[in-house]
C-alpha cells in the first residue's frame, strides 16, 4: 500500500481501513472517523458514498474522497495531504522517450503506410509508461527481497499503471492504453525482449514491416534528385532501386567516386508506396525539392520566414512590387501597376500605370522621387523589391548609398517582401468592393470566389481611376495600430512620423540624375545657362553660388559646351538638374529661374530677396573682371624680325606726302543733269518689258 489514497475510475478514493474505528478492521495509521457499520449505513443511504467494493485481501473497498464531509477531508489533508498532492510511484520514474517517438516517425507498415501521427503519440506513451514501469518493479521487488517479504507484486503494479492516467491526463493532457489485467505482465515482458515494435498492434502477424535503414534513404534521395538533367519520379525511383538489388544497373556516387554495393545488408527489397512515403518525409524532401525544382518559391515554401515587427517611424522602409489591379479591360486582359508602400505609416506612397511591365519600373523611381519632392520628404533609408525587376539597376541607383541608403532584393521571395500581404489586403478590402472585381476562381474563402454576375470591363483610364480612388480611401484609413498612433490616418502618420534621422540623409541627386534623368547639350554663357528657354544661375543644394564658388564653377564651364542632366516634375518644369562637363564630371547645380517684380512699387519682401542675390551674382562676376583687369600692365612690342617677300614697292620708302587743302567741287544740279537724258527714254516698270 501507498497511504490511503488510490485513483479508481479516474477519482480520488480513500482506503476504509484508513477510516474505520473498529481494532479488527482499522490500519495502523487510521484516522478512526466512523465504525464499519457506519460505513454501511452511509454507503446504503448515499449510492455515490463507495467509490469501489472490497473483493478480497489487497483489494479493500475505497470510499470517495468528495463524498466525505468537509471536517473528514480536513483530518485526513492534515496527516495525509491532498490526494492530488501525493506522488504517484510511476512518477519519478516518467519521462517522454525521444527514442521511442524517432522510431515510430520512421516505422512503414508493409502497405507502404506510415504510422498516423495520433498512433506515434499513443505508443511512445505506452513505451514510456513501461519504461517506468520496469524501474518500479525492479525497485520494489529489491525492497521486497531486503524485507524478506512476498514478491508477488504484479497486483499493485496493475493498479499503479492504471491509477497513473489520471496523473498523465492531469499534468500532460494524454494517457496510454496499456492494459489493466494481468496482460499487461506479458506485454512488458514482450517490450523489454523486443522492444519498440511490439506496442505496434499485429506487429506478430505483420512480420514484414518495412523500416528503411539510413542508406536506402540515401539511395533514393541521390536516384530522386542527384541525376544531372533528369527528375524521375518516385515509381521511377523505385524501379531503379529494385534494377539496382538484381545487380542490373551500377550507382555510382559521384562525391565519394565509389559504387554502391546492392549485396550490402542494409539494402532490403520494399515496395514502391515505401520508397513514396520516404521521399515526401520533410527532412528527405527539403533537400531533394531544393536541388530539383527550377522555382525557388517551392523550396522557400518550406523554409522558415523572419518574424518581425513593423517599423514605428515612416520614412525608415519602403517596400515596392508590381501588380495587377484586379479589373479588365478586356477578356483576360489587365493592366500593371507598379506601387510603393511606406512600412512604417502602410501609406501607399508612389504608384504607377502601364499596359505592361516595359519601362513602368524606370518610371515608377522618377515619379518617387517626384511625390516626395512634392510631400516635402526625404526619400525612405531603406528600399526593399523584387529582384527580377530591379536587377539591371543594382549597381546604378539602386546601390546602398545612392537612391536609398539602403537597398535590399529579394530574388523570387515573395514573403519576403512586406508590401505582398498589404496588395492582398488592398484588393479584398478597397478593390472587391467595386463591381467588375476579377476574383480568382479557386480561392480557399469562398467569399473570395467569384459570384455569377456577368464580367464588367473598362477601359484602361477607368481602371486607373479606379485604383486613385482605392488609395486615397485606404491613405485616409485609421492606421492598423491605433495603440502606437491614435486617432490618426495612415497618411497622417507618414506625414507626422517620420523618422528624425533621415534629416542626415537628403536626396543623392548626383546618384539619380546619370540614370534617371534627361539630358540636354548646352553652355555657359555670363554667367547663365540656358534650359527649357530660361537663362538660370548655377549654385549647389539649392542656394545660388556667389563669391569664390561662382568664380571656381565659371573658370571651369564659362563659354563652354556643359552637359545638363535634369529631372521633370509631373507638370513638366525642372525638379532638379546637375551640370556635367562632356565628360561627365560633375560641376555644379543648376538653379531654377531667379527673377523679381520689374517694377519697384509691386516688389514683395521675397522680389527684394531675389534682388539682392541677382545683385550678388553679378557683382561676383564684375569685382573679378575689375581685379583681373587691374593685375594687366601696358606693353610696347617691338618686332625685330620684319616679314620678307619678292613683292615690294618702290616708293615705300621715297613718297612724299603733299600737305595741301583739299579742292571744293561745285554742287550738283538736278535740272541740269536732266537735259542730258532724251525724252523718250523712259522707265518702264511692267513685267514683260524688263525682258
Known amino acids: 500500500m501507498n497511504g490511503p489514497y488510490e485513483i479508481y475510475d479516474n477519482e480520488y478514493g480513500v482506503r476504509i481501513s484508513y477510516l474505520l474505528t473498529d481494532d479488527d478492521r482499522r490500519h495502523t495509521h487510521s484516522v478512526g472517523l466512523f465504525s464499519y457499520d457506519v460505513y454501511l449505513k452511509r454507503a446504503y443511504r448515499k449510492k455515490d458514498f463507495r467509490l469501489k467494493q472490497g473483493r478480497g485481501y489487497g483489494n479493500e473497498a475505497l470510499v470517495r474522497f468528495n463524498a466525505l464531509t468537509n471536517e473528514e477531508q480536513q483530518v485526513l489533508v492534515q496527516k495525509w495531504g491532498s490526494p492530488k498532492q501525493t506522488a504517484h510511484p510511476l512518477q519519478a520514474h516518467y519521462e517522454l522517450d525521444g527514442a521511442a517517438r524517432a522510431h515510430y516517425d520512421r516505422y512503414v507498415f508493409d502497405d507502404g503506410q506510415f504510422i498516423k501521427e495520433e498512433q506515434k503519440l499513443r505508443y511512445t506513451v ?10 518500479v518493479k525492479a525497485k520494489r521487488l529489491t525492497e521486497r527481497k531486503k524485507k524478506h517479504g512476498s514478491t508477488r507484486i504484479w497486483d499493485t503494479l496493475i493498479k499503479d499503471v492504471h491509477t497513473f492516467n489520471e496523473v498523465l491526463r492531469e499534468k500532460y493532457g494524454y494517457v496510454h492504453s496499456l492494459p489493466n489485467s494481468d496482460k499487461l505482465r506479458h506485454k512488458l515482458n514482450d517490450y523489454l525482449k523486443n522492444g519498440y515494435d511490439t506496442l505496434i498492434p499485429g506487429y506478430h502477424k505483420n512480420s514484414n514491416a518495412q523500416l528503411a535503414t539510413p542508406l536506402m534513404i540515401e539511395l533514393w534521395t541521390n536516384i530522386y534528385a542527384g541525376q544531372k538533367g533528369k527528375k524521375p519520379n518516385y515509381t521511377e525511383v523505385w524501379a531503379t532501386y529494385n534494377r539496382f538489388l538484381q545487380g542490373q544497373l551500377d550507382i555510382i556516387n559521384n562525391a565519394t567516386k565509389t559504387p554502391y554495393d546492392y549485396n550490402h545488408p542494409d539494402f532490403k527489397v520494399v515496395s514502391d508506396k515505401t520508397v513514396y512515403r520516404y521521399q515526401t518525409m520533410w527532412e528527405v524532401n527539403i533537400g531533394a525539392t531544393s536541388k530539383r525544382e527550377g522555382n525557388d ?6 523554409v522558415p520566414h523572419h518574424q518581425r515587427y513593423r517599423p514605428m517611424f515612416a520614412g525608415t522602409l519602403i517596400s515596392v512590387d508590381d501588380r495587377q489591379p484586379k479589373f479588365e479591360y478586356a477578356p483576360g486582359k489587365r493592366i500593371w501597376a507598379y506601387m510603393g508602400i511606406d512600412v512604417g505609416s502602410t501609406a501607399f506612397t508612389t504608384w504607377v500605370f502601364g499596359a505592361s511591365k516595359k519601362g513602368i519600373i524606370t518610371e515608377f523611381y522618377k515619379e518617387m522621387c517626384r511625390a516626395y519632392e512634392r510631400y516635402g520628404k ?12 530591379n536587377s539591371s539597376f543594382e549597381t546604378t541607383f539602386l546601390q546602398n548609398g545612392a537612391m536609398f541608403q539602403r537597398v535590399r532584393i529579394e530574388a523570387n521571395n515573395a514573403r519576403g517582401k512586406v508590401i505582398e500581404r498589404y496588395f492582398r489586403d488592398f484588393a479584398l478590402m478597397m ?36 485604383v486613385l480612388r482605392a488609395i486615397k480611401d485606404w491613405n485616409n484609413m485609421p492606421h492598423p495600430n491605433q495603440e502606437l498612433h491614435p486617432a490618426m490616418t495612415r497618411w497622417d502618420v507618414f506625414n507626422k512620423k517620420q523618422h528624425p534621422e533621415l534629416e542626415k540623409y537628403p536626396t543623392n541627386w548626383a546618384g539619380l540624375l546619370p540614370h534617371l534623368g534627361k539630358v540636354v547639350e548646352t553652355s555657359m554663357e555670363a554667367g547663365y545657362i540656358r534650359l527649357q528657354h530660361k537663362q538660370r544661375k548655377v549654385g549647389f543644394d539649392g542656394k545660388v553660388a556667389i563669391g569664390t564658388d561662382l568664380i571656381n564653377i565659371m573658370r571651369q564651364i564659362e563659354g563652354k559646351k556643359v552637359l545638363v542632366r535634369w529631372l521633370d516634375d509631373a507638370k513638366g518644369n525642372v525638379l532638379k538638374a546637375l551640370v556635367y562637363t562632356p565628360d561627365n564630371k560633375l560641376v555644379c547645380e543648376l538653379i531654377n529661374e531667379t527673377a ?35 593685375r594687366i600692365d601696358s606693353v610696347t612690342i617691338i618686332d625685330n624680325e620684319p616679314l620678307t617677300g619678292s613683292f615690294d614697292i618702290p616708293e615705300l620708302q621715297t613718297y612724299h606726302f ?17 537735259a542730258f537724258v532724251p525724252a523718250n527714254n523712259t522707265l518702264k516698270t511692267d513685267f514683260i518689258s524688263r525682258f
Open 658 to 674: 603733299e600737305d595741301t587743302e583739299a579742292e571744293e567741287l561745285p554742287l550738283f544740279d538736278e535740272e541740269e543733269q536732266m
Open 126 to 135: 505506452n513505451a514510456s509508461v513501461l519504461n517506468a514501469l520496469a524501474k
Open 297 to 302: 518559391q517551392v523550396f522557400k515554401k518550406m
Open 596 to 630: 523679381y517684380n520689374h517694377g519697384a512699387l509691386e516688389r514683395t519682401a521675397a522680389d527684394d530677396e531675389v534682388l539682392i542675390i541677382n545683385s550678388a551674382y553679378q557683382n561676383t562676376v564684375t569685382a573679378f573682371y575689375k581685379t583681373a583687369a587691374k
Open 431 to 466: 478593390e472587391r468592393q467595386v463591381p467588375g472585381f476579377k476574383a480568382r476562381p479557386f480561392a480557399r474563402t469562398d467569399a473570395h470566389r467569384p459570384g455569377r454576375e456577368k464580367q464588367i470591363y473598362y477601359t484602361q483610364q477607368e481602371i486607373v481611376q479606379i
Open 378 to 389: 526625404h526619400l525612405p533609408y531603406e528600399m526593399e523589391g523584387e529582384r527580377s525587376l
